[in-house]
């Protein structure tokens, strides 16, 4: 619950995930050994899918740009806590997936431990608040 769609439209969003993956160009790690992404979606509401504009255009271009221009490797893609309401538009949006992406994608709902157990190190880097051992989640945050 630390991302509200309530208080931030999907564009505005966008724009601050395309800041986190240029951060992550800085950083020889991502180029080298890769990037797992984690996407929790707990607290994503219906609602929230319904304001989101463009909302399917938008994610096939993100899809694209994953699979064709991230300047940086992906390790793995793990889709965490999906709602009922994000099941369809994941399943819409695997389609778009190359097998390449499809092979390093997880989709989780309880706990990320097949996660861990499949990357050596990843609970290490994780959050208590994820099952991880790396402190709580504003420890990491603070960190970065």
């Given at each position: 619950?630390?991302?509200?769609?309530?208080?931030?439209?999907?564009?505005?969003?966008?724009?601050?995930?395309?800041?986190?993956?240029?951060?992550?160009?800085?950083?020889?790690?991502?180029?080298?050994?890769?990037?797992?992404?984690?996407?929790?979606?707990?607290?994503?509401?219906?609602?929230?899918?319904?304001?989101?504009?463009?909302?399917?255009?938008?994610?096939?271009?993100?899809?694209?740009?994953?699979q064709e221009a991230l300047p940086f490797r992906i390790r793995k893609?793990?889709?965490?806590?999906?709602?009922?309401?994000?099941?369809?538009?994941?399943?819409?949006?695997?389609?778009?997936?190359?097998?390449?992406?499809?092979?390093?994608?997880?989709?989780?709902?309880?706990?990320?431990?097949?996660?861990?157990?499949?990357?050596?190190g990843l609970k290490e880097l994780v959050?208590?608040?994820?099952?991880?051992?790396?402190?709580?989640?504003?420890?990491?945050?603070?960190?970065?």
């Open positions: 619950d630390r991302f509200n769609f309530d208080k931030i439209a999907f564009p505005d969003f966008m724009k601050i995930q395309q800041t986190w993956m240029d951060y992550g160009l800085r950083d020889a790690r991502n180029q080298i050994g890769g990037t797992v992404f984690i996407i929790d979606a707990k607290n994503f509401s219906s609602d929230q899918l319904r304001k989101m504009t463009n909302a399917i255009r938008q994610l096939k271009m993100n899809t694209k740009y994953y893609m793990i889709y965490f806590n999906l709602p009922k309401c994000c099941e369809v538009l994941f399943k819409v949006m695997a389609e778009w997936f190359n097998e390449k992406i499809k092979a390093k994608t997880m989709v989780l709902a309880d706990t990320l431990q097949p996660a861990f157990d499949e990357i050596p959050p208590a608040d994820y099952g991880g051992t790396n402190g709580n989640f504003d420890d990491v945050w603070e960190k970065t």
